[in-house]
């Protein structure tokens, strides 16, 4: 069955320091991923996909198929990157999303 | 990107009562738009997808006669949570997929608490 999964609830890290949120995929077919954030009090958007190999915000992750990874990093985490990350899963010919359980990254002052 | 909006934003009902919730797309027209639940410190599930002129599809274990699904016009989708219980109680999303159908803008969301 597809699945996502996200190990860690909470994620506390000093501003400045790295982070990387985790994510795996359980998906036999050919996976697009999604990072979506949100931020206190609103609602959730969409930071980045693995099809645009882009960096947002500092943010960048890479699909690993051998590893059916799509982990989330940034090399200097900021106050403002407090929010709740969720790793997204789309099938092939599919609209649908399945998300991961969410992760709550804190950044220290 | 598209904006969507819900309504109301919060809604506290007895139980046993029927609580109707709007999600609007208020700048693109959507032939879909997806229905989530999520419940406190939990992610967000799909419940049924919402099609413009045809019936919704329901995920497995969504009881389709319980969460009635209409989407009458491309801009609206409304979903009824019929003799809401207090198990019902959550936080009810919507979605409306962009054009390409690989972002998808969510609604801000709409608690609702069955007493």
């Known amino acids: 069955a597809q699945r996502v999964t996200q190990p860690e609830k909470l994620l506390s890290v000093f501003k400045g320091a790295p982070v990387e949120l985790k994510c795996n995929y359980s998906?036999?077919?050919?996976?697009?991923l999604f990072w979506y954030v949100q931020y206190s009090r609103q609602r959730l958007q969409l930071l980045l996909r693995h099809i645009s190999r882009e960096s947002i915000k500092g943010f960048t992750a890479d699909l690993n198929k051998g590893e059916t990874s799509f982990h989330l990093k940034k090399p200097f985490a900021q106050e403002e990157d407090s929010a709740m990350y969720y790793c997204a899963l789309r099938m092939d010919s599919s609209y649908k999303l399945i998300f991961g359980s969410g992760t709550r990254l804190l950044v220290r002052p | 990107g598209a904006v969507v909006s819900q309504h109301p934003s919060r809604v506290i009902c007895k139980s046993g009562t029927s609580v109707k919730i709007e999600c609007r797309s208020l700048d693109f027209q959507a032939t879909t738009m997806f229905w989530y639940r999520q419940f406190p410190k939990q992610s967000l599930m799909l419940m049924a997808t919402?099609?413009?002129?045809?019936?919704?599809?329901?995920e497995q274990g969504v009881e389709k006669d319980k969460f009635l699904i209409n989407h009458a016009s491309l801009t609206l989708s409304t979903l009824t949570v019929t003799s809401a219980h207090p198990e019902d109680s959550s936080f009810y999303i919507c979605?409306?997929?962009?054009?390409?159908?690989?972002?998808?803008?969510f609604g801000p969301g709409t608690r609702l608490t069955v007493l």
């Open positions: 919402s099609n413009e002129g045809s019936k919704a599809t329901y």
């Open positions: 979605s409306v997929p962009g054009l390409a159908y690989n972002e998808q803008f």
């Open positions: 998906y036999s077919g050919s996976p697009e």
